[in-house]
């Protein structure tokens, strides 16, 4: 069981004690204003807590002190619920532990966290003694389980097939939900085992989540018969509007990645409990600089929100949509004792956070115990890539396209297009920085042997010389490189393997910047804002040595991803998502 969904019997008879005046709280708040996110009213009232829950909410009456009840004279100050974030991602370069200290001190007391990609980069045995610990963590922190990883899987590779679905379940309440679908097309086309598994999951939580961007009309309607129970994909208000009638969740977006309050500002300015906010993943940088929960809130408030109607958006209607609104969410008797303390409604900054009656941030700032981290290295799925030389990456120009080689073209952050590059030689292929055109490869995290797939990108705009190697490559996270130079290209892939993951960039035949991600290949153990400086300076770094893109380190990454289209990089070549097979791979003697 989690420990803060199973109170004991024995707190619960105290607990009750409390709430009638026969035993002393631990802690009485007087003088405060609570925002009751159930009506929308700002109440002045005095609550008290018994351990990890709220005892009593009284307008007036008699307290009962004890020796050790401890009063805290809140001299006016307005008591919300903590936040919410109902679609986080917490293994973006960070761990999740370091990501927790760092939210949860700016009010974010719990996360539903989609977790594909630590999943797969720390393998079955290291997620699920993650999760474990994860029931101790000091903020509220769930999970979802895997439906496709990868979401089109071109060598067969799924790592977490019906077995493991079933055993990350035995985690539930823990487990709440499926992952976000992002193959929602093979739900379309009746993919026997993602049905089985949707089925299962579905069955066990209740709850899936969906990734319908493109899904409209009959579409929509099936994956909803399907079961998913929210959307964080609406891009417009038709899409908004579409989903409610349907009957989902429908999650908003402000983050690093994708930022809608734009496009969908009508639905911010007037409350609906089906609505919910999410910033769908935050950098160590902007976290750093401006908060989590909280500068989301503050863009809303900029877009014309009302503060009540935020709040509730973020508060109650996503702990209703995971059925925790009997523990989480609101400020009553019996929920757990999880609230930020304001100066100002507009404000939504916490002075103060409290999660389980227990002071934890203070001024944007951790105050709460250690967090030891239950990993620290790879567990289950280790590098087993060395010695590779110039000549494992040779490639040879496809044959059978007329009007030139498909090639990754990058539109944005995410989205590529396709590009047809007509090159003037024949026989091996080479990267042709002058036209912008450089040589990517995926290679298997144990080795070429074990797959690696070659094609090319225009639009990344490194210059010559130049290579950049991860083993961030979302979403199975094998070691990606790309670059103009064999021999270069072959040390950066080395570089990553000896540090056990890890990001690389060479120029002039000399390591320019290396960042360390020991856990899993995917997460520095740095805090977060020393992460955040890193982030930051490779940013700088790969402008400087030509790239125009806002975030060239995140539009690498993405490359490997085979559910956004349009072309991407596998271990079996360039795949067309839009298509649904693989083109080619440019591997001399493939």
């Known amino acids: 069981m989690v420990p803060w969904l199973s109170e004991s019997l024995e707190s619960y008879r105290k607990r009750l004690e409390v709430s009638l005046g026969k035993r002393p709280p631990d802690r009485i708040f007087i003088r405060g204003k609570i925002l009751n996110v159930f009506t929308g009213e700002l109440l002045e009232r005095d609550f008290a807590t018994f351990r990890d829950r709220i005892a009593y909410v009284w307008e007036d009456g008699p307290h009962r002190v004890g020796k050790t009840t401890e009063q805290v004279d809140l001299k006016g100050k307005i008591v919300v619920p903590g936040y919410v974030d109902s679609h986080a991602h917490t293994d973006l370069f960070y761990t999740p532990w370091e990501f927790a200290r760092a939210v949860a001190a700016r009010g974010t007391t719990t996360v539903f966290s989609d977790s594909h990609d630590m ?8 997620f699920v003694k993650v999760l474990k610990w994860m029931k101790t963590f000091p903020m509220r922190f769930m999970s979802g389980v895997p439906l496709a990883s990868p979401p089109y899987p071109v060598e067969g590779e799924d790592l977490y097939d019906m077995e493991n679905v079933r055993r990350l379940l035995r985690l539930r309440p823990l487990v709440r939900s499926g992952s976000e679908l ?3 097309v093979k739900v379309i086309n009746q993919d026997g085992m993602l049905l089985k598994k949707l089925h299962t999951v579905r069955k ?11 899904a409209r009309g009959k579409k929509l309607a099936t994956l909803v018969s399907a079961g998913i129970t929210s959307c964080h994909e609406a891009l417009t208000v038709q899409d908004v509007k579409e989903r409610l009638r349907l009957g989902l969740y429908v999650m908003i977006r402000q983050g690093s990645i994708r930022r809608e ?11 609906h409990p089906r609505i919910m906010l999410t910033p769908d993943g935050l950098f160590a940088d902007e976290i750093a600089q401006k908060g989590y929960m909280d500068a989301i809130m503050k863009e809303a408030l900029e877009h014309g929100a009302d503060p009540v109607s935020i709040i509730r958006m973020v508060t109650l209607n996503p702990a209703t949509y995971f059925g925790l609104d009997p523990h989480l969410g609101g400020i009553a008797p019996g929920r757990l004792a999880d609230f930020n303390i304001l100066e100002d409604l507009r404000n939504p900054t916490p002075v103060q956070v409290w999660i389980g009656g227990s002071l934890v941030g ?6 709460g115990p250690d967090i030891t981290p239950p990993v620290t290295s790879n567990v289950e799925r280790p590098f087993g890539v060395s010695g ?3 000549k494992d990456f040779r490639a040879h120009y496809p044959d059978g396209f007329a009007t030139g080689i498909p090639v990754i073209d990058v539109i944005d952050k995410t989205v590529t297009g396709m590009y047809a590059w007509s090159p003037a030689g024949t026989g091996d292929s080479v990267a042709d920085p002058s036209e912008d055109i450089l040589k990517i490869a995926l290679i298997h995290r144990e080795g070429p042997q074990a797959g690696l797939g070659i094609g090319f990108v225009h639009g990344f705009g490194l210059n010559p010389g130049v290579q950049i190697a991860s083993s961030v490559a979302h979403e199975t996270h094998h070691i990606a490189v790309m670059g103009s130079d064999d021999g270069e290209m072959a040390e950066a892939v080395n570089e990553v393997a000896r540090m056990g993951g890890g990001v690389v960039v060479r120029s002039g035949g000399m390591t320019v910047y290396r960042l360390p991600l020991p856990v899993g290949g995917i997460m520095s153990l740095f805090p977060m804002d020393r992460l955040a400086d890193e982030l930051v300076s490779i940013r700088c770094i790969l402008k400087e040595l030509g790239t125009p893109l806002d975030d060239p380190l995140w539009t690498f990454v993405f490359l490997s991803f085979t559910s956004i289209l349009r072309l991407r990089i ?8 839009r298509e649904g097979r693989v083109l080619y791979n440019a591997r001399a003697g493939t």
């Open 119 to 126: 999943a797969n980069a720390l393998g079955v045995t290291g």
């Open 261 to 271: 309050f734009d496009a969908l500002a009508p639905f911010l300015k007037a409350y």
């Open 388 to 390: 590779l030389r110039a």
């Open 204 to 214: 066990a939580t209740g709850h899936l989540e969906g990734h319908t961007v493109g």
């Open 362 to 367: 203070r001024e944007g700032k951790w105050v």
């Open 182 to 184: 992002t193959p929602w």
């Open 570 to 577: 596998t271990l079996s070549g360039v795949y067309d998502v």
